[in-house]
């Protein structure tokens, strides 16, 4: 079963409106979690770093004031996209380290947000 | 600068033959390296993994293989099946939990 869900699956909203995602570690920990953002036919790319009771270590080109983090717990991540326009609509992955730890273990993503801005 | 490469975004192959996925890198300081599998509107899910100090590891129908000189890696699945028809991501690992993904391979396998 899936061990880190995100929600919500899908966003439909009208331009200027700030849309919040969750991502939640279900049966694990998470004192790290990763936001990643992919374009149609395009790579993952990393946006920030999610860091339990630290700020967030952001990619570079990535604005802050646009995309805020919030760790609030050891099971969740959130991203608010502020003020969204269409050129944010994207789909938005959130990912947390396997709760073995280690370089080489396997990060749990979660299924994704398709975000869409009219 | 695209440090993870897979240069081709489509494959195609009949059921039972053997798919070959490649995906080339730049960065020598990259530790592992991992193939994740991907369907459309789901997250990524984990195959298999490489560390830097191998050169093969084997998980049931899949194999990776990495050529460290040329900085090359691939993933093998004998035999194919439809349902292994997906979005393969390959992706490494330098400092931490960062990874960085290729553009994905589209495998499909038919019947």
């Known amino acids: 079963g899936a061990v880190v869900s995100q929600h919500p699956s899908r966003v439909i909203c009208k331009s200027g409106t700030s849309v919040k995602i969750e991502c939640r570690s279900l049966?694990?920990?998470?004192?790290?979690m990763f936001w990643y953002r992919q374009f149609p036919k395009q790579s993952l790319m990393l946006m920030a770093t999610?860091?339990?009771?630290?700020?967030?270590?952001?990619e570079q080109g990535v604005e802050k004031d646009k995309f805020l983090i919030n760790h609030a717990s050891l099971t969740l991540s959130t991203l608010t996209v502020t003020s969204a326009h269409p050129e944010d609509s994207s789909f938005y992955i959130c990912?947390?380290?396997?709760?073995?730890?280690?370089?080489?273990?396997?990060?749990?993503f979660g299924d994704g947000t398709r975000l869409s801005i009219l | 600068d695209q440090q993870v490469k897979q240069n081709s975004p489509s494959l195609s192959v009949q059921e039972g033959r053997i798919s070959i996925l490649n995906c080339d890198y730049t960065?020598?300081?990259?530790?592992?390296f991992l193939w994740y599998k991907k369907y459309p509107a789901e997250g990524p899910t984990f195959l298999i993994s490489?560390?830097?100090?191998?050169d093969k590891n084997e998980d049931g129908r899949f194999t990776v293989f990495l050529n460290k000189s040329a900085k090359h890696l691939s993933l093998h699945i004998v035999p194919s099946q439809p349902g292994d028809s997906a979005v393969y991501f390959c992706?490494?690992?330098?400092?931490?939990?960062?990874?960085?993904f290729g553009e994905g391979t589209q495998l499909t396998v038919n019947p």
């Open positions: 490489i560390s830097s100090i191998k």
């Open positions: 960065n020598s300081m990259f530790d592992y």
């Open positions: 990912s947390a380290p396997d709760r073995t730890g280690g370089q080489g273990q396997p990060q749990h």
């Open positions: 992706a490494a690992v330098t400092s931490g939990s960062r990874l960085t």
């Open positions: 999610s860091n339990e009771g630290s700020k967030a270590t952001y």
């Open positions: 049966d694990f920990q998470a004192t790290t």
